[in-house]
């Protein structure tokens, strides 16, 4: 069993940085692959990034490439995103969820057993 906690959510202007944390309990966390999803409010969940679980292989949506990064600590059970350059298109509540196939770096939310509850994101215009 995994479970999940994102913090580091919040309101900034356009251009802007914030960076999501996601700290997960569970002795196992080191052999799962993560990812964070996003949804904003009316639209579907939508896969933004994954990271296997040694951290060697990475995933972006076309929409962050180049902006957002991910990045784990397997000591510290904590997988981060970077987001610089943040547009209002990135409103959404991100999510970040655990991947038990850890070399999978899947984005199909299909493919992911646990889920945090989310964090807002507000990125104002």
């Known amino acids: 069993q995994v479970q999940l906690v994102e913090s580091g959510g919040g309101l900034v202007q356009a251009g802007g940085s914030l960076r999501l944390s996601c700290a997960a309990s569970g002795r196992t966390f080191s052999s799962y692959a993560m990812g964070w999803f996003r949804q904003a409010p009316g639209k579907e969940r939508k896969f933004v990034t994954a990271?296997?679980?040694?951290?060697?292989?990475?995933y972006y949506a076309d929409s962050v490439k180049g902006r957002f990064t991910i990045s784990r600590d397997n000591a510290k059970n904590m997988v981060d995103l970077q987001m610089n350059s943040l547009k209002p298109e990135d409103t959404a509540v991100y999510y970040c969820a655990a991947n038990r196939r850890g070399t999978v770096v899947a984005a199909n939310g299909n493919f992911y057993d646990y889920w945090g509850q989310g964090t807002q994101v507000t990125v104002s215009s």
């Open positions: 990271i296997s679980w040694r951290g060697d292989s990475t």
